[in-house]
């Protein structure tokens, strides 16, 4: 008799790569939304995720402009705390144990008193909601690239100044064809020296070339996304060696154009090259699936076995900024969904 398929949502997992406007439930956009009286652009109020296609950049703006619509919606400490207490509970039913939520609070100050509030007050949402729920949450400050370098810097000191309020790295996102690596090394600098680990945005809308500039300009720890550099094999090597995880998101590379179907992702190149991965979901509001739906794609599309999705699932607890009792917590719990 053919034995079913282990169940993804209970294998336990870390998710390293989820925007915080992007992991907004479609229901609580829409009942925020007719709260302040927002008139959304209709892409986002149908019952399909909008169709989307980032490859050119009037691609993209159009993607930011459904991305600024919905964070215009978020305008009180109550609309926060929901949001990461929703998002916790999306990622237990996934399976995951462990959360690191990007966040660029710049984009939230001018709703929220100022910058600092603004952090504060999400730092305080997710610590709540941690403890609320039980799973593990921390924090990953981003840049914008469409910014000056300068407020790349002020962002990194104040993400290094609440480090221990669960602030555990710093990012680099947005259009990744805007603004040179290169030209954040010093906000990169101050946040490592911080102790923050380095998770810049490279290897999806640009080739392998933006992969080798995180890894030479930023130090990388990890690559948002990376999956361009399935077409430089000395780059996957080099990857492989330094363990560098890349945080693949499927589902987001086939709704933003990068790749045609899921089965072009190129899951397979990295796993078998020996390149750590942390599958993501990116922006569920946007791309219509979350955490499980991403270990389901790889499984369906790309014929991962169950030892190899657990192999996932453990390169995501490894790659992840958990403390060593919830890593080796987690790790357990994956092998014993292996051998149920």
């Not at 993209?60 to 207490?85: G, K, M, N, T």
């Amino acid at each position: 008799m053919e034995r079913l398929a282990r169940d993804v949502r209970e294998l336990p997992k870390a998710h390293l790569h989820l925007h915080f406007t992007g992991s907004m439930r479609p229901t609580t956009l829409l009942e925020l939304a007719d709260k302040y009286g927002v008139r959304l652009p209709d892409a986002l109020t149908g019952a399909e995720p909008p169709k989307l296609r980032a490859t050119d950049e009037r691609g993209w703006f159009r993607f930011q402009r459904l991305y600024d619509a919905a964070r215009s919606c978020l305008r009180e400490p109550d609309d926060i705390r929901r949001l990461v207490r929703e998002a916790a509970e999306e990622d237990l039913a996934d399976g995951s144990g462990w959360l690191e939520i990007q966040v660029d609070p710049t984009s939230y100050a001018p709703r929220l008193g100022g910058l600092i509030p603004a952090l504060e007050i999400i730092l305080d949402a997710v610590e709540t909601a941690s403890r609320d729920t039980g799973l593990g949450m921390r924090v990953l400050v981003a840049a914008n690239r469409m910014k000056h370098p300068l407020d790349a810097r002020t962002l990194a000191r104040l993400a290094v100044r609440y480090a221990d309020r669960g602030i555990v790295g710093f990012g680099l996102s947005n259009d990744e064809r805007r603004g040179m690596a290169r030209d954040f090394d010093r906000a990169f600098h101050i946040a490592r020296e911080g102790g923050l680990l380095s998770a810049p945005h490279g290897g999806e809308l640009t080739g392998p070339s933006s992969v080798r500039d995180c890894l030479d300009d930023l130090d990388a720890h990890r690559i948002g996304h990376g999956v361009r550099a399935a077409e430089d094999p000395r780059l996957l090597k080099r990857l492989a060696d330094r363990q560098v995880t890349c945080e693949v998101c499927p589902a987001s590379n086939v709704a933003l154009g990068v790749y045609e179907k899921p089965e072009d992702v190129p899951l397979r190149p990295l796993f078998e090259a020996g390149v750590p991965m942390a599958l993501g979901a990116d922006d569920p509001l946007l791309f219509g699936s979350r955490l499980a739906a991403q270990y389901e794609i790889a499984r369906r599309h790309h014929a991962f076995t169950d030892a190899e999705l657990a192999e996932l699932a453990r390169q995501s607890i490894r790659g992840s900024a958990a403390p060593e009792d919830v890593r080796q917590r987690l790790l357990s719990g994956v092998d014993t969904w292996l051998t149920s």
